[in-house]
């Protein structure tokens, strides 16, 4: 019995990972731009994978705010709960609040749900740049990253690489550093992530989210930080808003 439980974990892991070393969109980055990208291009039949460093994706909405599990939302994304069946209420005219691990496992579940292949524990290392273009992504384990094993990674391919980590924007930091590569933004440069001023902020989210570099782009905090933009609070509207905006432009970009 012990060998078949093996074997049926590591047969099955080797087709789903060898399915998926060429991809159309690879997102780094498990949090709510990335988790509703996810599903918004895997239901257009887009092959799309998500490397989430952590164990479990959700990035901040899990938490709430300060371990308070109840999130925020305005009216303007009401109608993306709606799509992802979350259950919220009013809170007055212009918010609603959800419970936030509701929230965050239904994100989860309808990426997977539409076909989004999710792979947790895994640490993005680095990009493939292909004539000039970041053309996929560097994996390792997460743990390998962390005790700084010299533990050589793997290359994925993609037509198009998100960059959904949130504040530290690791992707587009490690294409930036890197290659020394002239970003599109106001002065080719990563502008930093200013302090909160939660209306700015949501509002900056999804202006801020845009491509990069041919290839690259970037959504919710991680856009922020890339353009300058500030910080919110524990509001999710405009992070849900920016995972809609981000796959209508890769979706147009790589169709």
């Not at 479990?56 to 069946?85: R, S, Y």
């Not at 579940?109 to 076909?115: T, V």
Request: proline content about 3%; overall charge negative; some cysteine.
């Amino acid at each position: 019995m012990e060998s078949i439980i093996s074997k049926a974990i590591v047969n099955n892991f080797f087709d789903k990972l060898n399915s998926c070393l060429e991809l159309d969109v690879a997102i780094a980055g498990g949090g709510p731009s990335g988790l509703v990208c996810a599903t918004l291009l895997a239901k257009q039949g887009k092959k799309v994978a998500l490397f989430e460093e952590t164990l479990a994706p959700g990035g901040g909405m899990w938490g709430g705010a300060m371990m308070f599990n109840e999130i925020v939302v305005q009216k303007e994304a009401v109608h993306i709960l709606d799509q992802f069946n979350i259950t919220y209420k009013w809170y007055d005219d212009d918010y609603v609040t959800a419970d936030s691990v509701e929230a965050t496992a239904s994100l989860i579940y309808h990426a997977k749900k539409a076909g989004a292949m999710v792979f947790n524990c895994v640490s993005i290392e680095d990009v493939i740049f292909i004539d000039d273009k970041v053309s996929g992504v560097v994996i390792n384990w997460a743990p390998v990253k962390k005790i700084r094993l010299h533990i050589d990674p793997m290359a994925i391919t993609a037509k198009a690489v998100l960059d959904a980590t949130g504040h530290p924007f690791e992707v587009v930091k490690l294409a930036s550093q890197k290659n020394n590569i002239t970003l599109l933004t106001k002065d080719g440069k990563v502008q930093g992530e200013k302090s909160m001023s939660v209306e700015l902020g949501e509002k900056e989210t999804v202006k801020n989210t845009s491509m990069v570099y041919p290839g690259l782009y970037v959504s919710g905090m991680a856009a922020n930080a890339v353009h300058g933009g500030f910080r919110m609070g524990p509001i999710f509207g405009g992070m849900l808003l920016s995972g809609v905006k981000v796959a209508e432009l890769i979706a147009k970009d790589i169709s």
